[in-house]
């Protein structure tokens, strides 16, 4: 592991995810989101993946059902061995609330429940590795075509200009700048930018948002990402 620099914890150096995740589709949209958050990812479908690869890792994400053993046995060996200070995330199905209290009681130091947000699993690792004292990296300031979009002030520029957004119609479209080219559901979008679903919003909000930040796009004059129509499935960013 590297050494820190005993201060802010903001030395630009990218402290690494690992995702012990056998949800293939979940652990690429994790990959692609962390990555953008400025995290480097490490990822394994099985607890055999994860041993002998965890010194270079700074934070665990361990998903407690894996296909070649309990995630609990490896949560277990990992709080007796070496890597009992290791921060670690543990991921629960939702109902399996045993599974959850023993996770914690193992010192897992938090939990999410599947489905989670994207949103909440990068606070969650923020605030783990805040208080493990690792530190973790400024929100990053991402650049896609004439877009500027600051994730820490919540500011999204086009040739300089702020782009007058709600607060939801910037999240929509920071959700889609993370993770560019990838194809998402209007129910999708209803869970990670709006922590929602379609038995209390009608997916036509998400189409009325993405209208009108398409609006706002144009009116901004310069070359700016594009809001996609993927037909009978959803929404992607196109840079
Ligand atoms: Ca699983």
């Known amino acids: 592991m590297e050494p820190s620099d005993g201060g802010g914890g903001s030395t630009g150096r990218r402290p690494t995810i690992m995702l012990i995740e056998d949800d293939l589709d979940l652990v690429a949209m994790c990959d692609a989101y962390l990555t953008r958050a400025g995290f ?3 990822r394994t479908p099985d607890a055999a993946g994860a041993r002998g690869r965890l010194d270079e890792v ?3 994400v361990l998903d407690l059902g894996l296909p070649d053993s309990d995630g609990l046995d490896l949560l277990r060996t990992l709080r007796q061995g070496q890597h ?3 921060p670690v995330i543990v991921v629960t199905g939702r109902g399996d609330e045993a599974d959850r209290v023993v ?3 193992l010192g897992a130091d938090d939990y999410l429940v599947k489905p989670f947000f994207l949103r909440e699993l990068v606070a969650r690792i923020r ?5 493990s004292g690792t530190g973790a990296p400024a929100p990053p300031v991402i650049h896609l075509g ?3 979009i600051d994730t820490g002030a919540h500011v999204i520029r086009a040739a300089g200009e702020q782009i007058a957004l709600t607060p939801r119609e910037y999240r929509l479209l920071e959700f889609l700048a993370t993770t560019p080219g990838r194809v998402y559901s209007r129910e999708q979008l209803l869970a990670h930018v709006w922590e929602s679903s379609v038995e209390w919003q009608a997916p036509a909000t998400v189409d009325e948002h993405v209208y009108r930040i398409r609006r706002k796009l144009t ?3 310069v070359r700016v990402p594009k809001i996609t129509t993927v037909r009978g499935f959803g929404y992607r960013l196109d840079p």
């Not at 605030?127 to 208080?131: E, F, K, S, T, Y």
């Open 40 to 42: 480097q990812v490490a």
């Open 58 to 60: 700074d934070l665990v």
């Open 84 to 86: 009992e200070k290791l």
């Open 103 to 105: 996770g914690l009681e």
């Open 127 to 131: 605030a783990v590795l805040r208080r």
């Open 146 to 148: 004439g877009l500027v």
């Open 219 to 221: 009116d901004a004059g």
